[in-house]
């Protein structure tokens, strides 16, 4: 004798599945505050829940921004121009019809509303199908886009209304981390300030204590910055910031940070480095800084700068940043006194020379 599930037992154990489901998405998502993270994340459950191998996000690159722009890291559309080309902006017809339709629709049923569409024929050419609206406080910050599916057909009205429930928790995270990002990060240098600085630094000394693993630090100052402010004026000054922060947060592995200390002081936390490892990471930035041209008003501009390195040591850094903070500081006073656009290590019997001035 055969049994069968009535369809629509089918159809409730499916949504109860689907709201699960939903609920861990909700707190993998609210469980991170790393823009970029959450995006990857968005995309790779897009991928996961419906059988599609293309998925993009379309996102206001801040909160300020008048247009949508296609997010690098996206999943297996094939692009023929720039990233910078596929961009949508927020006054478009597209946008506005989806500020009062929180809906999946097809690209064919958003073409019956609106037609002869510069944002929907970008849509087209890329490939998508299926376009789902991203919104936080009822307002659209973005478009998950999403490509044929794998097995051919339609999307079904499940995974519609999933992906409406998917973008409306995905809407919120990435708010959330705009906003933890723009409390924590230097708008000028683009690098984590000195209050995230403190606390993260905690979190990982904690981290190297528990785990017995090691932990870095890298003081940076860029050389004479007084003078080069005085010759060449502040805004000068401040895109020769701008450049270091840049060849900081590029040299970074996915593991470390850079912030901003103070002033021309910049950071670098390397969490289960070594004393080696540091110091080559040092010898790296500063020789890129050295090699960088900074061009102002038409004008060149070179600059060097000397960094010094401490590691956690369990026995004083257990308790305070001070420590590990204070003995990178020496070794960067090390460089400053003994010649400047160099890289040194802390140790016990530094030797500071008095053959130069103090001026940074």
Known sequence: MSFSIPDEIQHYEKKIYDQR??????????????????????????????QTMQAALFLTP??????????????????NRPLEYY?????SLLVQFFENHNKSLTLTEIQASISNNTSLDILREMGAELVVPLKAKGKVIGLIVLGEKAVGGEYPESERSFLVDL?????????????????TVDMMTGLKNHAYFQSRMKEEREKAQKRKMPLTMLLTDVDKFKT?????????????????????????????FAARYGGEEFCLVMPGASEEIGLKMAETVRNLVEQMSVI???????????????????????????NLIERADK?????KRNGR????????????????TQEH
Request: negative net charge; contains cysteine; hydrophobic residues 40%.
């Open 62 to 79: 801040d909160m300020d921004s008048d247009y949508l722009g296609l997010i690098s890291g996206y999943k297996g559309f094939e692009l």
């Open 87 to 91: 961009r949508i902006p927020l006054e």
């Open 167 to 183: 973008a409306s928790l995905g809407g919120i995270a990435v708010e959330n981390a705009r906003l933890y990002e723009r409390a």
């Open 296 to 322: 102002h008003e038409g004008r060149e501009m070179k600059v060097t700068m000397s960094i010094g390195v401490s590691t956690f040591d369990a026995d004083h850094d257990a308790k305070t940043n001070k």
């Open 331 to 335: 070794a960067l006073y090390f460089c």
């Open 21 to 50: 489901q939903l609920i861990e998405i909700s707190k993998a998502l609210s469980s991170s505050l790393d823009y970029n993270n959450l995006i990857q994340a968005t995309l790779d459950i897009c991928l996961a829940q419906v």
């Open 341 to 356: 656009n160099q890289v040194k290590s802390y140790s016990e019997d530094l030797k500071i020379s008095d053959n130069i």
């Open 228 to 256: 080069f402010n005085d010759t060449y004026g502040h805004q000068a000054g401040d895109e020769v910031l701008k450049a270091v922060a840049r060849v900081l947060i590029d040299a970074a592995r996915k593991t470390d």
